[in-house]
């Protein structure tokens, strides 16, 4: 976008020698056809596939900016690349948006160092220091040097302690925690995150079965940490109904029919007795 060939135009004429057909014929060729196929033959290297490739894509755009919007647009990299394929951004910014560098558009990276994607649609504008400079301590949105007691400004997540040092905020010790119920805050520099509490917890202030602030139904407190409640091996009997057996689970419990027998209408009833023919059961699909 940015090699467009017009200074390399600017004093040529039609080609054909100094005549005074020529000379009288030379106003032309500013605003030629011809001068804009120079131009455009001019953009892209002969190896470079991509951009030669977007000058063909795009010729229906150069020639409508050549002779329809040159003189109320006069920068051709402005107009094509940046308002109207879309594929550049203004100096100084980046990204889809083209938002301005850190340090601001006029001053990218403060001036010592390079924003990555400068100019694109691209890159993340995170600064690459120049040599001789460093980064500002994560907790500073500007400063003068590379500690967290060089910060012009503290970052969001971060506050100016009585040493004028930014240190970070915990999130985590406000009350009410800025979490939900079944979930435990994890204080992070600058930041929070908010984990979700083990399965066998009801409410928690950390990881794991041993920072229940409550057990959760179906689990029982043993020494500090909340376990799986044996429902099975319990003297009062939860398996109440004729045939059926326990079987434990995670913070719960199954009741099954015993073996040899099915469930019919919420009863355990026996399916057929050991060696028993099955025609008498199966009367209607047994021959006689």
Request: proline share 3%; glycine share 10%; net charge negative.
């Amino acid at each position: 976008c940015q090699q467009l060939g017009f200074e390399r135009t600017a004093n040529q004429n039609f080609g054909g020698g100094n005549t005074a057909w020529e000379e009288r014929k030379l106003s032309k060729y500013e605003t030629s056809e011809i001068r804009l196929m120079e131009i455009v033959e001019g953009l892209c290297d002969s190896s470079s596939f991509e951009c030669n490739h977007m000058v063909e894509e795009h010729e229906e755009h150069f020639e409508t900016w050549w002779f329809k919007r040159k003189t109320k647009h006069p920068d051709l990299h402005k107009w094509f690349c940046i308002e109207t394929i879309k594929v550049c951004c203004p100096k100084g910014t980046f990204g889809p948006d083209c938002n301005a560098c850190v340090g601001g558009s006029e001053r990218p990276c403060h001036g010592n160092g390079a924003c990555n994607g400068d100019g694109s649609r691209g890159g993340n504008g995170k600064c690459s220091c120049h040599h001789g400079y460093t980064e500002c301590h994560s907790s500073c949105k500007t400063c003068t040097g590379a500690t967290n007691q060089d910060c012009d400004e503290c970052k969001e997540g971060w506050e100016e302690d009585d040493q004028e040092t930014c240190v970070d905020v915990n999130e985590c010790s406000k009350d009410p925690v800025p979490c939900k119920e079944d979930q435990y805050c994890l204080n992070t520099d600058g930041s929070y995150s908010c984990k979700a509490c083990d399965k066998v917890c009801s409410g928690c202030t950390g990881a794991g079965p041993d920072n229940c602030q409550a057990c959760a139904s179906g689990y029982q407190d043993t020494e500090g940490t909340c376990t799986d409640v044996d429902e099975c091996s319990q003297s009062e009997p939860v398996c109440t109904k004729e045939h059926q057996e326990c079987v434990n689970n995670q913070g719960s419990y199954t009741c099954i029919c015993s073996e040899g027998y099915e469930e019919r209408d919420g009863e355990c009833v026996q399916t057929q007795q050991p060696g028993e023919d099955e025609c008498w059961h199966e009367v209607a699909q047994c021959p006689f």
